[in-house]
């Protein structure tokens, strides 16, 4: 779990650097010299987060600085991205983890997780496209796909075949007569 940690925390630092980056780049735009030092201060942040290990303290000082930058200079810009709710912030930090994980998985590793997850999306749509079933057994069938995507991020790739296998006996059960709502 530590990995899966330190792959959270780079992800983190690299949505916040990305996002930042991208505002100070549209606010030099015609100043060279702020556009040499915004292309300095990204090429360090990310040769530190590129490093084996990941130094992330020296890419979070980098991210740092940058922040004060636009801080100091634009805190009153009308497009200054704002920090994400705590909610949001970590979906858009998850898709971060997601990419990054999954590029240091062995070539066999990801090929086995794509075919898993294609075969889960095939099924998943497949069961939402019956017309018989009611709204429980609709819950159920998104509640148990949930689950099979989230044991394919955590790369535990026989709990997702597991719960793609329980999604469709959930959809096998004979449809229930109750309704939801």
């Known amino acids: 779990m530590a990995g899966l940690y330190k792959i959270w925390q780079r992800a983190e630092v690299s949505r916040r650097l990305d996002m930042l980056s991208g505002f100070v780049a549209m606010c030099v735009t015609g100043d060279d010299d702020a556009r040499s030092r915004l292309a300095q201060l990204v090429a360090r942040a990310d040769a530190a987060l590129s490093a084996s290990p990941p130094d992330l303290a ?3 000082a980098h991210l740092d600085e940058l922040l004060l930058w636009a801080e100091t200079e634009w805190a009153d810009h009308p497009y200054r991205p704002l920090e994400a709710r705590p909610d949001e912030a970590d979906r ?3 898709d971060y983890a997601k990419d990054l994980r999954f590029a240091a998985l062995p070539v066999r590793f990801r090929d086995e997780m794509g075919r898993i997850e294609l075969s889960l999306e095939v099924r998943f749509l497949a069961l939402c496209r019956r ?6 057994t ?3 069938i998104f ?13 535990h790739l026989e709990a997702a075949e597991r719960e793609i296998r329980r999604m469709e006996r959930v959809g096998a059960a004979r449809p229930r007569e109750s309704r939801c709502g």
């Open 131 to 136: 017309p018989e079933f009611d709204c429980r």
């Open 58 to 60: 020296a890419a979070s």
């Open 92 to 94: 858009q930090t998850r």
């Open 138 to 140: 609709r819950q159920d």
């Open 143 to 155: 509640y148990v796909a949930g689950r099979a995507a989230m044991a394919l991020d955590l790369g």
